[in-house]
Every structure is written in structure tokens, then in C-alpha cells.
């Protein structure tokens, strides 16, 4: 399973994104660095120093990095971690000064100006890292002990924490890092004061989500074939952009409707996908009993088709699903529910205004 999962990152491309994504982060930060690498501590704008002294660069530490050799690429500077190996003795002195005063040999002050320079190398490796790491989100050991609670693998709580706690890692590593972050890593003296500054960076997060939300909801129209994008100043196309952001998430499906996005309810939701698939599969004959017991024909073949479409591997992939449906999925659904791609086409025109650029079918698409 685990070999299938990173097969399917691979092909949808999230791996691909992933590595572009750190990439950008890791660039941006050291481009930073480099622009301002000519401005005293004191000067810096109070939030960077207030981040690089999260990292443990203060001023004797900045002023070293302030030498070291930048990289010029397209117009930009750039100064990187490997660059500070070739600061000269008389920038890292400053920040060994107490050591060298101890030094009885010239061959034990070179190595105590050796480790300065591996010690401040390691400080600017961590601020890279750990920005890019907040940039793009990635479970990690913390996150994942909070979803397992702490537990054993191999053992009944472990294994059950761990049955429960599926694709869970992502939200709380979202929750502590960069929720976390904007409520309590600002500057200030107590806890009340530092979200009080961070009160408009925790606003500018929520839009900055919304706005994602929205374009990844337009690209998806897109790729399905529907156009126009939906209207951002429809209260319901907001609501769903907040949500498809991660700005309300899981809340948010049950603050605005009795199931989450996936048509599950609470229940299924917290307690994992497997929960929820074996609940889909139990609600297909207790549905038709419910049809049988009022006295209509149950109609089993729509909540099989969309269970099975549900749960085939690789079937979801943006540049699979779009042809599948044109060939032979909308085909199914017209079988297993006569009408239905009209009434979605319907409904979708009166919801959000959007029409069809693709075929429903391919029966459609040869006429």
C-alpha cells in the first residue's frame, strides 16, 4: 500500500510539486538575505530580526553573514549557507572572541575559528530549512506523534491510533506550524501581546487561503471541462473557496452542510477513510431495505457505481478522469441514473453559472 501511495504522488505530481515548491522557498530565502545583507541588524525590519533570532542569529551573528560572498543570479544576491565556509578568520572572530582568548596554539585557534564558522553555517542551514519547512508543510516526527498519540506501532492502541489518524497528518501539521506560528510566534513580551500583533498576519493568512481556494477550485472547473470560473463574490462560491483553502477545512464542511465534501458524515470523517469506505458499503443495502420497505424499487446501481469509482486506484488523476468520463463513466452514471449528467449540467448552469467546454459522453462527442 505505502509503494501504491507514493506511485500515485509520483503520477499526480505532488512529488514533482513538492521539491519545485522547496525550491522556490529555499531560493526566496537566501534572496532575501542577500538584498538585505547591506542593512545593519539594528536597521532590519523588526520582523526578520525577530525571525533570524528565532534561529539563533543575532548581531554578532548577522554581521558575520553580512560577508560572506553572494551569488549573482538574474539581477538578484544571493548568499547561501556553503558560502560562510569561506568567511575570513577576522568575521567569525567576534563570535569565538572568548574561546580564542583561551587558545594556547595557533593550530587550536584555527580549529576553534573552524568550528565558529561550522557553527554559524549550521544556524543559517537551519534557517533555511525550517522557513521552508513552514512554506511547504510536510508531516514530520511531532505531528506524526500527535496523530498516534504517543503510541507503539504493532499494538492494538498504536495500530488503532494509526486506523484512525489516516491522511490526518497534513491538517495538524498545518495546525501547529502555520496556525501555530500566526497566533503565537510573533514579537512580544507575554502570549496575549504577541497574538495581538499577529492579528493582522492571522487575517492576511485567512485571504491569502481563500484566494488559493478559489484558484484551485477555478483550475479544477477547468480541467473538468466547465466554464466560466465561478463568480468570487457569490457568498456561496466564497464559502467554498474558504473551505477548499484549508481556512475552515473539516469545520467548515459541517458548519455549511450535514456532510463533508466527500458526501461523509461527522462520524465517518473523524474516525478515518477506511470507517467511512465500510459505511458507504453497509448503506447500500440498508438503503435499498429503506426503498423496499416503502414500497418502490431500490436503486442500488448509482451507490455501487460511485462506491467503486470511489476507491479505483489512479482513477482520479487530472489528466486520467476528464477522458475516462467522456468515454465511458458519464456513460455508467446515465445507466445507473437516467438523466443524471443532464440534471449536474443543469444544476451546475443555475448554481454557478457554467457550461460544458467537453462532451458528457462519447456518444456525444461523435455526433
Known amino acids: ?199 493582522p498576519h492571522l487575517g492576511a493568512l485567512i485571504g491569502g487561503l481563500t484566494v488559493a481556494g478559489y484558484m484551485a477550485m477555478t483550475m479544477k472547473d477547468l480541467v473538468k471541462g466547465n466554464w466560466p470560473p465561478r463568480d468570487p463574490l457569490d457568498p456561496k462560491v466564497l464559502t467554498a473557496a474558504l473551505t477548499q483553502g484549508g481556512a475552515l477545512g473539516i469545520y467548515g464542511d459541517f458548519l455549511f452542510g450535514q456532510q463533508n465534501r466527500f458526501g461523509s458524515g461527522a462520524l465517518e470523517t473523524f474516525s478515518g477513510p477506511f470507517i467511512g469506505t465500510m459505511s458507504d458499503i453497509i448503506n447500500v443495502p440498508l438503503k435499498a431495505r429503506s426503498a423496499l420497505e416503502e414500497g418502490k424499487s431500490p436503486q442500488m446501481a448509482g451507490d455501487i457505481l460511485n462506491l467503486a469509482l470511489n476507491n479505483t486506484p489512479f482513477i482520479n488523476l487530472a489528466y486520467v478522469r476528464p477522458a475516462l468520463d467522456v468515454l465511458f463513466i458519464n456513460s455508467l452514471r446515465n445507466w445507473a441514473s437516467p438523466g443524471y449528467v443532464n440534471r449536474q449540467q443543469r444544476n451546475r448552469l443555475k448554481d454557478y453559472g457554467q457550461r460544458p467546454l467537453l462532451p458528457a459522453t462519447l456518444s456525444e462527442a461523435l455526433q
Open 1 to 199: 500500500m505505502s509503494k501504491l501511495t507514493e506511485t500515485f504522488f509520483k503520477w499526480n505530481g505532488l512529488n514533482w510539486w513538492t521539491d519545485v515548491g522547496r525550491s522556490v522557498v529555499g531560493r526566496t530565502v537566501a534572496a532575501e538575505m542577500g538584498m538585505r545583507a547591506d542593512t545593519a541588524f539594528k536597521d532590519l525590519p523588526a520582523n526578520y530580526s525577530h525571525v533570524l533570532g528565532l534561529h539563533g542569529i543575532g548581531e554578532k551573528q548577522w554581521e558575520a553573514l553580512r560577508q560572506a560572498t553572494r551569488r549573482e543570479a538574474g539581477g538578484n544576491a544571493y548568499i547561501t549557507p556553503d558560502a560562510i565556509r569561506d568567511l575570513p578568520d577576522a568575521a567569525v572572530e567576534p563570535l569565538v572572541g572568548n574561546r580564542l582568548a583561551s587558545a594556547k596554539t595557533p593550530e587550536r585557534k584555527a580549529e576553534i575559528l573552524d568550528q565558529g564558522r561550522r557553527d554559524l553555517e549550521l544556524q543559517a542551514l537551519r534557517f533555511v530549512a525550517d522557513e521552508t519547512n513552514y512554506a511547504i508543510v510536510e508531516t514530520d516526527a511531532a505531528s506524526r506523534r500527535i496523530s498516534t498519540l504517543g503510541t507503539r506501532p504493532g499494538t492494538f492502541a498504536g495500530e488503532a491510533a494509526r486506523f484512525v489518524m489516516q491522511f490526518k497528518g497534513f491538517p495538524i501539521a498545518f495546525s501547529q506550524r502555520i496556525l501555530g506560528r500566526a497566533l503565537f510566534g510573533g514579537r512580544g513580551a507575554s502570549k496575549y501581546e504577541r497574538i495581538m500583533n499577529n492579528a
